[in-house]
């Protein structure tokens, strides 16, 4: 079996989650929601800047984005395919007519009718990891929100969807996982990524244990894969 990564990142919609694709190592296929999504003319900026390679495709609705996956699953000079992302997915699946229409008819059966097809689309999507497929690491975006402190004070975060689908769900699949954030210091407002879980956030590297993995690096994903190969 020809395995190769399947990474999710997590964070805010303003964290900066697409222009991370521009830190991975040589050549990534950045596929991306039409209207949905933005960020991408920063990251082949950034991608540029760090000698990196990065092409950006996008999709229109769902059969579009079956259509350009399996185009960017054949394209077999890439190292990595970053979707961008869950979160708009997610949103063109709820609006789909087959959606509405159940949600007409049953509020609450539309809901698991719409969750259950929005794992198998998370299923679908790391399955391109996997076997003849498997050429290239497959990343997977998702947008967070914080609600309120829980009764543990700790921030209250949940995925940005529509749907019965929590944050374990895209946790459990994921080889890597890392939130993107934003943190105060004394200097001013600065970006990482969250490599451990931590409060009401995630974070892990598969391979690494916990007193091996440094829960924070700086905001680039090839940290983050040379974390994971010394695993």
Same mark, same amino acid.
């Given at each position: 079996?020809?395995?190769?990564?399947?990474?999710?990142?997590?964070?805010?919609?303003?964290?900066?989650?697409?222009?991370?694709?521009?830190?991975?190592?040589?050549?990534?296929?950045? @596929?991306?929601?039409?209207?949905?999504?933005?960020?991408?003319?920063?990251?082949?900026?950034?991608?540029?800047? @760090?000698?990196?390679?990065?092409?950006?495709?996008?999709?229109?609705?769902?059969?579009?984005?079956?259509?350009?996956?399996?185009?960017?699953?054949?394209?077999?000079?890439?190292?990595?395919?970053?979707?961008?992302?869950?979160?708009?997915?997610?949103?063109?699946?709820?609006?789909?007519?087959?959606?509405?229409?159940?949600?007409?008819?049953?509020?609450?059966?539309?809901?698991?009718?719409?969750?259950?097809?929005?794992?198998?689309?998370?299923?679908?999507?790391?399955?391109?990891?996997?076997?003849?497929?498997?050429?290239?690491?497959?990343?997977?975006?998702?947008?967070?929100?914080?609600?309120?402190?829980?009764?543990?004070?700790?921030?209250?975060?949940?995925?940005?969807?529509?749907?019965?689908?929590?944050?374990?769900?895209?946790?459990?699949?994921?080889?890597?996982?890392?939130?993107?954030?934003?943190?105060?210091?004394?200097?001013?407002?600065?970006?990482?990524?969250?490599?451990?879980?931590?409060?009401?956030?995630?974070?892990?590297?598969?391979?690494?244990?916990?007193?091996?993995?440094?829960?924070?690096?700086?905001?680039?994903?090839?940290?983050?894969?040379?974390?994971?190969?010394?695993?």
């Amino acid at each position: 079996m020809n395995k190769k990564i399947y990474g999710v990142v997590f964070g805010a919609r303003t964290a900066g989650k697409t222009t991370l694709s521009a830190t991975l190592p040589g050549k990534t296929i950045l @596929l991306q929601a039409a209207v949905y999504e933005s960020g991408s003319r920063s990251a082949q900026k950034l991608a540029k800047k @760090l000698g990196n390679e990065l092409e950006v495709r996008t999709f229109h609705d769902l059969v579009d984005f079956w259509t350009e996956l399996e185009k960017c699953v054949a394209d077999k000079t890439a190292d990595h395919l970053f979707v961008d992302g869950f979160t708009a997915l997610n949103e063109m699946n709820w609006n789909s007519d087959e959606i509405q229409r159940a949600h007409k008819a049953n509020a609450f059966a539309a809901y698991d009718q719409h969750g259950k097809k929005m794992k198998d689309i998370v299923k679908k999507i790391k399955e391109k990891s996997y076997d003849n497929a498997g050429d290239k690491n497959v990343w997977l975006t998702c947008s967070l929100r914080v609600e309120k402190l829980n009764v543990n004070g700790e921030d209250d975060v949940k995925l940005e969807v529509h749907g019965k689908m929590g944050i374990s769900e895209l946790v459990g699949r994921g080889e890597i996982v890392v939130t993107a954030m934003e943190v105060p210091t004394k200097d001013g407002q600065k970006r990482g990524l969250l490599t451990k879980s931590y409060g009401g956030y995630f974070g892990r590297i598969d391979g690494v244990l916990d007193d091996e993995n440094p829960g924070w690096v700086e905001p680039d994903l090839s940290l983050v894969l040379k974390l994971s190969e010394g695993a």
